[in-house]
């Protein structure tokens, strides 16, 4: 069956080291999109792709990167984790030209 | 930016009826949708809506919209102790492919 995983499903981290959450889905989807959950924020999106090649910052983008090499995969940078990006990341993607967008099973990130 | 609003928590006991509401202040929203996220776990989606419908039904989860007022509600008829959950409403617009979700209604079932 087709799936959207990501890895690690937890991280405990120290301010100023850089940091890569792995994001992969089987779908074949054009779209990619990485969120952060906060108490009382709900989803924020932080960068999303169109495409192999193609990266646009979100909402919430500062201090974090992407980059689109392949169909299946979108790794998100912590350049130099701050302890404000502590937090819950998930991954999602859809179809090109449809707005369903299915989620992976998230990473709890801790950064001390 | 556009902006969706949603109470923190309801309550509820088994067998009654649920309604958690949202507002959204984008005019030219095409999709609303409803999420969940059972604790530990990604998002999963609901139901949606397209904008020029009122009411959407599948089986216990009734979806109304109010464009007027820009307001969206799910009525889960029934609730059972496994509907707990956090619920989130999104919206998308035009040919935009990005959601704005709401900040999630933490709906919990007391038996």
């Known amino acids: 069956d087709a799936e959207i995983t990501q890895s690690p499903r937890h991280k405990i981290t120290e301010t100023g080291r850089q940091v890569t959450l792995a994001c992969h889905q089987t779908?074949?989807?054009?779209?990619m999109f990485w969120y952060r959950q906060d108490l009382g924020h709900g989803l924020r999106l932080i960068h999303y792709?169109?495409?192999?090649?193609?990266?646009n910052k979100g909402e919430v983008s500062d201090g974090y990167s992407v980059s689109r090499s392949n169909t299946e995969d979108l790794p998100l940078t912590l350049e130099s984790a701050a302890s404000s990006q502590t937090s819950v990341y998930f991954c999602?993607?859809?179809?090109?030209?449809?707005?369903?967008?299915?989620f992976g099973p998230g990473t709890r990130l801790t950064v001390l | 930016g556009e902006d969706v609003e949603q109470s923190l928590f309801l309550s509820v006991r088994e067998g009654d009826s649920s309604v958690i509401n949202c507002t959204y202040t984008d005019s030219s929203s095409t999709y609303l949708y409803w999420y969940k996220q059972e604790p530990g776990a990604g998002l999963q989606l609901l139901t949606y809506?397209?904008?020029?419908?009122d009411m959407k039904q599948d089986q216990r989860l009734t979806v109304l919209l109010n464009k007027k007022d820009k307001h969206l509600s799910l009525r889960i008829a029934d609730t059972q102790t496994g509907d707990s959950a956090i619920y989130f409403c999104a919206e998308t617009s035009g040919s935009a492919r990005q959601l704005t979700f709401g900040s999630g209604t933490q709906l919990t079932v007391l038996p």
């Open positions: 809506i397209f904008s020029n419908m």
């Open positions: 999602a993607s859809s179809e090109a030209g449809v707005h369903e967008q299915f």
């Open positions: 792709s169109y495409g192999v090649q193609d990266t």
């Open positions: 779908w074949n989807h054009n779209n």
